[in-house]
């Protein structure tokens, strides 16, 4: 992960991971580079007790 290539699958694939084993109920991010957002996503559940 790498902000120059603007990569970030791994990061991706790594919360959603976090979300399919129920550790956390979602999360979301912004990366930015200065003030650029660069990458920004949310996963997961709109409701804590929803598994």
């Not at 999360?27 to 559940?45: F, I, K, M, T, Y």
């Amino acid at each position: 992960m790498d902000a120059r290539t603007r990569d970030f699958s791994a990061a991706r694939t790594a919360m959603q991971r976090y979300v399919d084993q129920e550790i956390v109920a979602g999360v979301s991010w912004a990366v930015l580079r200065g003030r650029e957002v660069v990458d920004q996503q949310c996963v997961g559940h709109l409701r804590p007790d929803a598994f």
